[in-house]
């Protein structure tokens, strides 16, 4: 059925429809009007005036879901499976090709965690980036607008929400280009959760990834020129299958040049299923675990540097935790669980889900283990 610009009435049950945005139907007891194909918004009309029949099995659930996150932060996951084939993952196998949600329903799902008290969302998939590739970038209505379905028009229409946006899984793909200046313009954070893997050609396409190496650098260098504040997360693997000494020089060195502001950095282990387990020249363990140490220690280099020319600095933090004499809050730039801290010193009347300016006083890192390699993670004291 085709409604174009409908009206939902309080007369024996009858659903018409007018030629404009008042009502033409008649009818004095209109619940309201929609614009044309508003299929969402025709509905949350019908379910407001005609509720939905109790379900015991379902009806005790909230409209935002249950969560295991804390109450002001929350995942919010925009596809499933992944079109990538990287020998070391089996995720494909067991999800499946992309499969991105529908756009308005992704971003309903979202104002619904805002309105629970949802201060930080967190935007996951297997490939964020590619975000409806599979759906051909076609029209869906958010709040009657009608926008593609792509990685821009979500982090446009998340920008608009009363919450902190952060991106994960995102590839240096060039349709990420599009979403920088939103970052700039203060509309989602300055962040980007990109897992890189190595920094060789040659491992690279041996994983089954884009191995541009050259092109990735450039793409960073412009993404930093056009938003400055941006704060890059990525991952890397050491001791794949056919490393040699060379290939992981050219890793460190990548790394260098690449000044990435969070690292996680883990020893290649086989997957059950994984097709990179049938590759030739496996690694030795007491190797693999040398290369993580060297790697780390280049990047310690590289954070120190970084952390450095934060102090006096001014920053608005979302506080995680409140204790008699501090709190535990992160800035922009600190992903949950996996980034730095924020700790604030003091007795203050603030509660988690709270935003608040800082300033920086003093810095400092540690590297902690994280699952089989280590994190770097920058615990950053604050003064008020």
Same mark, same amino acid.
């Given at each position: 059925?085709?409604?174009?610009?409908?009206?939902?009435?309080?007369?024996?049950?009858?659903?018409?429809?007018?030629?404009?945005?008042?009502?033409?139907?008649?009818?004095?007891?209109?619940? !309201?009007?929609?614009?044309?194909? $508003?299929?969402?918004? +025709?509905?949350?009309? %019908?379910? =407001?005036? /005609?509720?939905?029949?109790? #379900?015991?099995?379902?009806?005790?659930?909230?409209?935002?879901?249950?969560?295991?996150?804390?109450?002001?932060?929350?995942?919010?996951?925009?596809?499933?499976?992944?079109?990538?084939?990287?020998?070391?993952?089996?995720?494909?196998?067991?999800?499946?090709?992309?499969?991105?949600?529908?756009? !308005?329903?992704?971003?309903?799902? $979202?104002?619904?965690? +805002?309105?629970?008290? %949802?201060? =930080?969302? /967190?935007?996951?998939?297997? #490939?964020?980036?590619?975000?409806?590739?599979?759906?051909?970038?076609?029209?869906?209505?958010?709040?009657?607008?009608?926008?593609?379905?792509?990685?821009?028009?979500?982090?446009?229409?998340?920008?608009?929400?009363?919450?902190?946006?952060?991106?994960?899984?995102?590839?240096?793909?060039?349709?990420?280009?599009?979403?920088?200046?939103?970052?700039?313009?203060?509309?989602?954070?300055?962040?980007?959760?990109?897992?890189?893997?190595?920094?060789?050609?040659?491992?690279?396409?041996?994983?089954?990834?884009?191995?541009?190496?050259?092109?990735?650098?450039?793409?960073?260098?412009?993404?930093?020129?056009?938003?400055?504040?941006?704060?890059?997360?990525?991952?890397?693997?050491?001791?794949?299958?056919?490393?040699?000494?060379?290939?992981?020089?050219?890793?460190?060195?990548?790394?260098?040049?690449?000044?990435?502001?969070?690292?996680?950095?883990?020893?290649?282990?086989?997957?059950?299923?994984?097709?990179?387990?049938?590759?030739?020249?496996?690694?030795?363990?007491?190797?693999?675990?040398?290369?993580?140490?060297?790697?780390?220690?280049?990047?310690?280099?590289?954070?120190?540097?970084?952390?450095?020319?934060?102090?006096?600095?001014?920053?608005?933090?979302?506080?995680?935790?409140?204790?008699?004499?501090?709190?535990?809050?992160?800035?922009?730039?600190?992903?949950?669980?996996?980034?730095?801290?924020?700790?604030?010193?003091?007795?203050?009347?603030?509660?988690?889900?709270?935003?608040?300016?800082?300033?920086?006083?003093?810095?400092?890192?540690?590297?902690?283990?994280?699952?089989?390699?280590?994190?770097?993670?920058?615990?950053?004291?604050?003064?008020?």
């Amino acid at each position: 059925m085709s409604i174009d610009f409908s009206c939902v009435v309080k007369f024996q049950e009858k659903v018409c429809t007018g030629s404009g945005r008042e009502n033409r139907c008649g009818f004095l007891g209109a619940y !309201g009007v929609t614009g044309p194909h $508003a299929y969402e918004e +025709v509905m949350a009309l %019908v379910h =407001e005036h /005609l509720p939905a029949p109790h #379900d015991p099995w379902t009806s005790l659930i909230p409209p935002q879901g249950v969560r295991l996150t804390p109450r002001h932060y929350a995942y919010l996951k925009i596809s499933e499976g992944c079109n990538h084939r990287c020998k070391f993952c089996i995720i494909p196998s067991l999800r499946g090709d992309l499969l991105s949600r529908p756009l !308005g329903e992704v971003v309903a799902e $979202a104002e619904r965690l +805002v309105e629970s008290g %949802v201060r =930080e969302l /967190l935007v996951v998939s297997q #490939d964020t980036s590619a975000y409806g590739v599979d759906l051909k970038y076609r029209n869906d209505f958010v709040t009657g607008r009608p926008m593609e379905t792509r990685l821009y028009s979500l982090a446009k229409a998340l920008g608009e929400l009363p919450a902190w946006v952060r991106l994960h899984y995102v590839y240096p793909y060039p349709q990420v280009d599009q979403v920088i200046p939103l970052m700039a313009e203060g509309a989602i954070l300055p962040y980007l959760d990109m897992p890189l893997q190595h920094g060789s050609e040659k491992i690279l396409k041996s994983m089954g990834r884009p191995a541009a190496t050259e092109k990735v650098l450039d793409r960073i260098a412009n993404w930093r020129r056009d938003c400055p504040e941006l704060v890059i997360r990525s991952t890397f693997i050491v001791g794949y299958p056919g490393e040699t000494e060379q290939d992981f020089k050219m890793l460190l060195d990548f790394l260098r040049e690449a000044q990435l502001d969070r690292i996680g950095c883990f020893t290649y282990s086989p997957v059950k299923g994984a097709a990179a387990n049938a590759l030739p020249d496996h690694v030795d363990e007491e190797t693999k675990e040398d290369r993580l140490r060297r790697f780390m220690d280049v990047q310690a280099t590289i954070s120190a540097e970084k952390l450095a020319t934060r102090k006096g600095q001014s920053m608005i933090v979302l506080v995680d935790e409140v204790h008699e004499d501090h709190i535990i809050a992160r800035g922009p730039g600190d992903a949950p669980e996996i980034d730095g801290q924020v700790i604030v010193q003091g007795s203050w009347e603030l509660e988690p889900g709270d935003f608040v300016e800082v300033v920086i006083s003093t810095l400092s890192y540690s590297k902690l283990h994280k699952w089989q390699g280590e994190d770097i993670m920058q615990h950053i004291v604050l003064k008020g």
